[in-house]
């Protein structure tokens, strides 16, 4: 790396686009990232985020520290909606990682795109553990950016061959299934009462208010369902019913920060959260039996990041 300032010793700043990122990433690389990342919670250090809104209270961005044995990083994820008006992703996402010995930035990677497969990763991870092993149909609640990355990132680890899609404006839900379908999937439009009587995993990747009513009712889902929600992950959003959660196995990133900003503050407060690093590394058990409705709540937790940027920059044979 060249010097910033050109003086003797002084570290330069690595500068990695948008463009890059996006063209280095894919299911698999970000997949074995979120992998290390939920094994890293269980030993280590795991820092809960921080929701901010900008100065216009409709933009919003989180910070999410992170820290492993080797490396310490902050990743800044951005979502300013009025940018769709000016032909710009609403979301953004920016990963600082220091320099260990000194304490300043030694990289900076643009993820808007990388984002979109880490958090899928998330998803795919705990359907990987949690999902019964037959499961073939999946409902997406939401579409918009990221519904397309949660299926085909569920594909990989679930045999699926029908994904019904339910979305509040239903002219978007069939352009996001006739997208799905011209990608290789069958995929088709359905409402949420239908989508819940057949799925075997359900995905909820919206922006979905408390004050607002749930996604589903309780009662339509199936006994054996697993349900991803990766859509709450600030103070006073929702998307499942709480009665749900109230007779579901819940699962999360991060017990503490699920039950202040994921989708499990909605919660019963008696009810027991597993973190989903402790059943990847066999320390808690996972699905019971095949009646069990297991939720995994996602709000999002740095050391994903953290591993994403590390293992991009090992794509591009570059050691911070």
């Not at 290390?36 to 910070?63: E, K, Y």
Request: aromatic letters at 4%; a negative charge; proline letters at 6%.
């Amino acid at each position: 790396m060249q010097p910033a300032d050109g003086k003797p010793g002084t570290p330069g700043l690595l500068y990695i686009t948008e463009e890059q990122t996006a063209a280095l990433v894919d299911e698999s690389l970000a997949f074995e990232a979120a992998r290390a990342a939920f094994a890293a919670t269980v030993d280590g250090a795991v820092f809960p985020s921080q929701a901010v809104h900008g100065s216009d209270p409709r933009n919003r961005f989180t910070l999410k520290p992170s820290a492993s044995a080797t490396h310490a990083s902050v990743k800044i994820g951005t979502y300013w909606p009025d940018n769709l008006k000016q032909g710009l992703p609403r979301h953004h996402s920016t990963l600082l990682l220091f320099d260990q010995t000194i304490g300043r930035i030694a990289a900076l990677l643009e993820l808007g795109t990388a984002n979109a497969y880490r958090t899928a990763a998330a998803d795919a991870l705990a359907v990987d553990l949690l999902a019964r092993k037959d499961a073939t149909t999946l409902a997406v609640f939401g579409t918009g950016h990221q519904a397309a990355y949660e299926v085909r990132a569920v594909s990989r680890v679930r045999p699926i061959d029908q994904v019904l899609v339910e979305g509040r404006d239903k002219a978007r839900a069939g352009q996001l299934a006739d997208l799905l379908t011209a990608q290789g999937h069958d995929a088709r439009a359905a409402d949420a009462e239908e989508a819940c009587a057949q799925a075997d995993v359900i995905v909820t990747a919206t922006t979905a208010q408390a004050d607002t009513p749930p996604l589903l009712e309780a009662p339509w889902v199936r006994p054996g369902t697993h349900i991803s929600c990766m859509g709450a992950d600030a103070p006073g959003k929702r998307e499942l019913p709480p009665e749900l959660l109230a007779s579901a196995r819940l699962f999360c990133d991060l017990p503490e920060q699920a039950r202040r900003m994921g989708e499990s503050q909605h919660a019963p407060e008696d009810a027991a959260l597993t973190a989903l690093g402790d059943v990847l590394t066999a320390r808690a058990r996972g699905r019971d039996g095949g009646d069990d409705v297991t939720v995994f709540d996602s709000s999002g937790i740095g050391l994903q990041d953290l591993y994403l940027g590390l293992a991009l920059l090992k794509k591009m044979d570059v050691a911070l």
